[in-house]
């Protein structure tokens, strides 16, 4: 079946500092991928999306490229800041819309 | 702001009693979905709904059960509650239309559930 694996946390950076959180998933036909992060006492949010092979999803200064041929689909930052303290998580939706598979999230900490 | 309100946003209960936690929409969006998080699991699906009365299983179903008599409404209830159900239980919507397309979900604050 479809599976999301998500690099491990916590990560803490320094303010500034370039992030990569890396993503791969395991999936039959051409699921799309996403990224959500979650805020302290919040509810997940969508952060950026692909639905194709070779699309680059973008937002707040977020970036991922869909790689179909390395099933990935890494989260990239080039400059953090403390306001992008929070969980990330990775996740896929095939065919059918009911399964949205979600990657364990990892917690991003970003010092001053 | 996708208009979903959960409640309770917590609760303590005590194993054996049962537990209903209701998710609300204000949009009329067919597709609605039941989450728990819990440390080093990410999100995992309980259940979901395809419309009034239509709902399926997720991948960690078992000791749960749901009910969608109006579109707007979906409770999750627990018969009798243990230990292991304790965790944040996330309610999603979809606005997508029908099956076979892909789309953001949107959720709500989330209900803290502790089992005794």
């Known amino acids: 079946g479809n599976s999301v694996t998500q690099m491990e946390g916590p990560v803490t950076l320094s303010e500034e500092a370039f992030l990569t959180i890396n993503c791969t998933y395991t999936?039959?036909?051409?699921?799309?991928l996403f990224w959500y992060v979650q805020y302290p006492g919040e509810g997940l949010q969508l952060l950026l999306k692909a639905t194709k092979a070779d699309d680059k999803g973008s937002n707040k200064g977020f970036e991922a490229t869909y790689r179909k041929e390395t099933t990935s689909f890494h989260l990239e930052k080039g400059s953090v800041q403390v306001s992008d303290s929070a969980v990330y998580f990775c996740a896929l939706s095939g065919s059918s819309a009911s399964k949205i598979i979600f990657g364990s999230g990892t917690r991003l900490s970003i010092r001053p | 702001d996708a208009g979903i309100t959960q409640s309770p946003r917590h609760k303590v209960t005590e194993t054996g009693t049962p537990v209903t936690l209701r998710c609300h929409q204000t949009?009329?969006?067919?597709?609605m979905y039941w989450y728990r998080q819990d440390p080093g699991h990410g999100l995992r699906l309980i259940h979901y709904?395809?419309?009034?009365?239509?709902?399926d299983k997720g991948e960690v179903s078992d000791g749960y059960s749901v009910s969608r008599s109006k579109t707007e409404d979906f409770l999750l209830t627990l018969e009798s509650a243990t230990s292991s159900q304790t965790s944040v239980y996330f309610c999603?919507?979809?606005?997508?239309?029908?099956?076979?397309?892909?789309?953001?979900?949107?959720f709500g604050e989330g209900s803290r559930l502790t089992v005794l």
């Open positions: 999603a919507i979809s606005k997508i239309a029908g099956t076979g397309e892909t789309g953001e979900l949107f």
């Open positions: 999936a039959t036909g051409y699921p799309s």
């Open positions: 709904s395809y419309g009034v009365k239509d709902t």
């Open positions: 949009e009329n969006h067919r597709y």
